[in-house]
């Protein structure tokens, strides 16, 4: 079946413009995750939806990152009054149901944020 | 301290060789341990993961965790060119928590 999918591919923007990502998860899978990774530099946990629970918004770095997913399926994250450090490439998870030892995380391709 | 530490390499070996692969990390409460490689340009993909202390072998892969010395290692045996990626582990305290990534290892395996 199909895997989890990102758009766009990439993405580049001025300075200060609001910038919107999606991920479309694999059928089925009750739990979301988004990441960020820079250049040489390893994943970085931005937020994580798990069926109908609160998400874990911890990793956001500032207010002007914010993420929903509607009918527990396809998610967005939202990047307001983008800025140069935004840029980075975004990754989505997802996974069967968030929990377990054996849970794998399932990542989409990414999407490659430049702001310019 | 980063939670979780990683020599970012590059690591050079050739074709053949074992390859030992480590992390360190600070927080005591993690207890499920993975292993994820990434290909340039692509998503990482899971390869290992292990619960609490202990081994686990896949076939070329053995993951070992140590919770004592807060220490987790992959090893990759017989290395091929097509080992050569990015590896990161993770970790996340509770079967149900986010999951934490070191930074990653570059592998380069020469023919």
């Known amino acids: 079946g199909a895997g989890v999918s990102q758009s766009p591919s990439n993405k580049v923007t001025e300075k200060g413009k609001d910038v919107e990502l999606r991920c479309d998860p694999i059928?089925?899978?009750?739990?979301l995750y988004w990441y960020r990774q820079s250049l040489g530099q390893g994943l970085e946990f931005l937020i994580y939806?798990?069926?109908?629970?609160?998400?874990?918004k911890s990793g956001l770095p500032s207010d002007r990152f914010s993420a929903e997913r509607t009918g527990g399926s396809v998610s967005t994250l939202t990047i307001q009054r983008t800025q140069q450090e935004d840029s980075a490439v975004y990754l989505c998870?997802?996974?069967?149901?968030?929990?377990?030892?054996?849970?794998?995380?399932?990542f989409g391709p990414g999407t490659r944020l430049t702001v310019l | 301290q980063k939670e979780v530490e990683q020599d970012p390499g590059p690591l050079s070996v050739p074709e053949g060789a074992i390859v030992s692969l480590n992390c360190t990390y600070s927080?005591?409460?993690?207890?499920?341990f993975m292993w994820y490689r990434q290909y340039s340009r692509k998503g990482p993909e899971l390869l290992m993961y292990t619960y609490s202390s202990g081994n686990k072998e896949d076939g070329r892969f053995t993951a070992q965790v140590d919770k004592s010395s807060k220490y987790i290692s992959l090893f990759i045996r017989d290395s091929q060119p097509s080992d050569s990626a990015t590896y990161l582990c993770?970790?996340?305290?509770?079967?149900?928590?986010?999951?934490?990534f070191g930074p990653g290892t570059s592998l380069s395996v020469i023919p």
């Open positions: 993770a970790m996340r305290k509770t079967s149900y928590d986010k999951v934490i």
């Open positions: 059928s089925g899978h009750t739990a």
């Open positions: 939806f798990q069926g109908n629970s609160a998400p874990d």
């Open positions: 927080n005591s409460a993690f207890q499920y």
């Open positions: 998870a997802s996974s069967l149901d968030g929990g377990g030892a054996g849970d794998t995380q399932y």
